[in-house]
């Protein structure tokens, strides 16, 4: 959430660099969730700004850092153009970026033409930013590479990394998406920001928007996808390391994952605590509350109760913290499924794997690439995120699409169709 006010230190004159180094500047600063402005909410941020800018006077009373980066369409063609106007609205007016006068950046096409010249160029002249130096563990840098790789034995350690995506085909939302998103569709609570509704500060002074929210969402109702039985089959196959998740649905378990695969990063729903005293509460007590309409206060010091579902500026699990560094390292393939991969620290772990383990991405859309800028850079010691543009990728993949289909699909390459067939009718 501190990206705005690092936009007052600005360490170069490029735009489409510029909004590169902050993303990652901020990708390993906390250990609390925070939302990593990518390029293309840079664009949500210059659609949404007269509602930015409505909003902060309330966000002043309420002592609320609010992103104002949701809320407006997310449009993949136009984020660094786009994020380069939000910059400006932004009060960084003043700011002279070049290209905004000789309109060299006029189009996406425009700009991905030229960062390819300059990017050959620098490669044949200059040597920098090839592909030559990575030792290659996918034969193609495909998903069928990826199936041969899982096929060829030397794959053994799969760290599975989700977010909501896998869980909207079960009936509930994500956040993000435009129009469908829960964020898009808060205005009843009369919020400053679509996040308050996960902000411990905001929390402390209305609980009530949380609560009701909550009741509309309350996981138990709900049943497993496709998504989550395949990554049960990758552990019943002797694969899976690990699934870190994002979702508080529990939907994993509830697919027979057993708990000690799962690192659940924005906590659970299972245990709820006294903000006051710390009094712990079970999940029937605290589901008896929210369905009475209640805010759960405490039985012994009338605190407010909360499930211990992780928001905005609270530390995440220490497990989260123990396992990824147990893990990461021995990581051979990371899928990542269904996540805009936006909220830190969890968006960063795609960076802690091995530096020639391969990634898979299975998602609607790309999500947590590198800007074509960055991309160039990397050989230059730039930051991290999927390289699934570059010239140098030699191990991100993506499966672009719905997270289901793309499960189904990667069960039938690998020869598992039955077994994730069988998972599905029998739901056991
Ligand atoms: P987002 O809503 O940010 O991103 C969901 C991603 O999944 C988007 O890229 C969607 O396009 C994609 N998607 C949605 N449905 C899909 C489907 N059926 N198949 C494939 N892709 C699909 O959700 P998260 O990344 O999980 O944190 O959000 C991360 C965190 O932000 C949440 O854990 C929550 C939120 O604020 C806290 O509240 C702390
Ligand atoms: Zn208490």
Same mark, same amino acid.
Do not use: F, M
């Given at each position: 959430m501190q990206y705005t006010e690092g936009?007052? #230190?600005?360490?170069? &004159?490029r735009n489409v660099v510029r909004v590169s180094w902050l993303k990652m500047a901020d990708? &390993?600063? &906390?250990?609390k969730p925070e939302v990593k402005p990518s390029a293309e909410q840079g664009a949500a941020s210059g659609a949404g700004a007269s509602d930015e800018g409505s909003s902060s006077k309330k966000e002043e009373a309420e002592g609320i850092q609010c $992103?104002?980066? !949701?809320?407006g369409a997310i449009g993949a063609g136009r984020k660094t153009r786009a994020a380069a106007d939000s910059d400006e609205e932004d009060g960084d007016a003043g700011y002279e970026d070049e290209d905004d006068d000789d309109g060299?950046?006029?189009?996406e096409e425009d700009k991905e033409g030229f960062m390819k010249m300059l990017q050959n160029f620098l490669m044949t002249k200059?040597? !920098? /930013? /090839?592909? $030559?130096d990575a030792p290659k563990v996918?034969? $193609? +840098?495909t998903v069928d590479g990826i199936v041969k790789y899982i096929q060829?034995?030397?794959?053994k350690n799969i760290i599975t990394m989700a977010g909501a995506g896998i869980s909207t085909s079960a009936g509930i939302p994500d956040f993000?998406?435009?129009?469908?998103g829960l964020y898009s569709n808060l205005? *009843?609570?009369?919020?400053?920001? =679509?996040e308050a509704i996960f902000d411990i500060e905001y929390f402390k002074s209305n609980p009530k928007p949380f609560f009701v929210l909550a009741k509309e969402?309350?996981?138990?109702?709900f049943n497993p996808t496709p998504s989550h039985w395949f990554i049960r089959l990758l552990h019943e196959k002797g694969l899976l390391l690990r699934h870190y998740t994002?979702?508080?649905?529990t939907l994993e378990h509830v697919a027979g994952? =057993?708990?000690? *695969? !799962? +690192? $659940?990063a924005h906590g659970t729903f299972r245990t709820s605590h006294?903000?006051?005293?710390?009094k712990e509460y079970s999940q029937e007590w605290m589901k008896d509350e929210i369905f009475k309409d209640n805010i759960p206060t405490c039985l012994d010091c009338s605190g407010v109760v909360k499930p211990d579902i992780v928001f905005f500026r609270e530390s995440l699990p220490p497990r989260f913290f123990m396992l990824t560094q147990v893990d990461f390292p021995k990581c051979d393939l990371l899928i990542i499924l269904? #996540?805009?991969?936006?909220?830190?620290p969890f968006a960063?772990? !795609?960076?802690? +794997? =091995?530096?020639?383990c391969p990634r898979l991405l299975v998602n609607r859309e790309k999500a947590g690439s590198l800007d074509p800028m960055m991309a160039l850079l990397q050989g230059m010691g730039g930051g991290g995120g999927l390289?699934?543009?570059?010239?140098?990728?030699?191990r991100d993949v993506a499966l672009l699409g719905d997270c289901d289909d793309g499960c189904c699909k990667l069960a039938e390459l690998l020869g598992w169709k039955e077994d994730l067939q069988g998972f599905l009718t029998s739901k056991k």
């Open positions: 936009n007052t #230190t600005r360490p170069c &004159s990708s &390993s600063s &906390s250990s $992103e104002g980066a !949701i809320g060299a950046y006029d189009d200059l040597h !920098i /930013g /090839g592909a $030559e996918l034969d $193609e +840098v060829s034995g030397q794959c993000r998406t435009p129009g469908s205005e *009843k609570y009369n919020l400053p920001c =679509p969402l309350y996981p138990g109702a994002q979702n508080v649905d994952l =057993p708990a000690e *695969k !799962i +690192v $659940e006294c903000l006051h005293c710390r269904g #996540t805009s991969l936006t909220v830190q960063s772990l !795609i960076d802690n +794997v =091995p530096s020639t390289a699934l543009d570059s010239a140098r990728n030699t």
